[in-house]
């Protein structure tokens, strides 16, 4: 593990806890130019937006794309502290971002590696992936999240989670 992939995983737990402070799932992510300059720094906001794809990735690859004027982002670096789902890895497969350090893997939605590979699929970019940088500390605050939640998710998703039909 590199210093520099440990010290920009250290802001990327930085949001995540901030996601944790305002009741989001405590998901963080930083983007990295070519040149090592942070050009996005942001956390979950599904639940303050009301919008499923509100997730770390998505945000900071938006405001990375917005920070350069493309929509392309070359030679970029992603950090995120947990696994990028499928939706988030399709979008980075879209601004072509070229490495993605996460922290933690996600063995029941990790788009990278744990449930589905992009790599192995037969797609136009592939992406240089690095798992479990900082794995324990992302993990552990999860679990606290999730534990904390624990019995309230009416409260989180609404009167209809886990039905068929809403």
Same mark, same amino acid.
């Given at each position: 593990?590199?210093?520099?992939?440990?010290?920009?995983?250290? %802001?990327?737990?930085? $949001? /995540?806890?901030? &996601?944790?402070?305002?009741?989001?799932?405590?998901?963080?992510?930083?983007? =990295? !130019?070519?040149?090592?300059?942070?050009?996005?720094?942001?956390?979950?906001?599904?639940?303050?937006?009301?919008?499923?794809?509100?997730?770390?990735?998505? %945000?900071?690859?938006? $405001? /990375?794309?917005? &920070?350069?004027?493309?929509?392309?982002?070359?030679?970029?670096?992603?950090? =995120? !502290?947990?696994?990028?789902?499928?939706?988030?890895?399709?979008?980075?497969?879209?601004?072509?971002?070229?490495?993605?350090?996460?922290?933690?893997?996600?063995?029941?939605?990790?788009?990278?590696?744990?449930?589905?590979?992009?790599?192995?699929?037969?797609?136009?970019?592939?992406?240089?992936?690095?798992?479990?940088?900082?794995?324990?500390?992302?993990?552990?605050?999860?679990?606290?999240?999730?534990?904390?939640?624990?019995?309230?998710?009416?409260?989180?998703?609404?009167?209809?989670?886990?039905?068929?039909?809403?």
């Amino acid at each position: 593990m590199s210093m520099e992939d440990d010290f920009i995983m250290e %802001l990327c737990l930085q $949001e /995540a806890r901030k &996601a944790f402070d305002e009741g989001e799932v405590p998901v963080g992510a930083v983007i =990295v !130019s070519p040149s090592g300059k942070v050009i996005a720094r942001t956390h979950n906001l599904t639940i303050q937006t009301n919008s499923p794809s509100a997730h770390a990735e998505v %945000l900071a690859i938006n $405001e /990375a794309a917005r &920070a350069v004027g493309n929509y392309r982002l070359i030679n970029c670096t992603l950090f =995120v !502290s947990k696994e990028p789902c499928m939706m988030c890895a399709g979008t980075i497969i879209e601004a072509r971002i070229k490495r993605v350090v996460f922290g933690c893997f996600d063995a029941k939605r990790g788009g990278l590696c744990s449930v589905i590979d992009v790599n192995k699929l037969p797609l136009n970019h592939k992406i240089d992936i690095k798992g479990g940088v900082q794995r324990e500390k992302s993990e552990l605050l999860l679990k606290k999240f999730f534990h904390m939640r624990r019995g309230t998710e009416v409260v989180i998703t609404g009167p209809t989670r886990n039905r068929l039909y809403a």
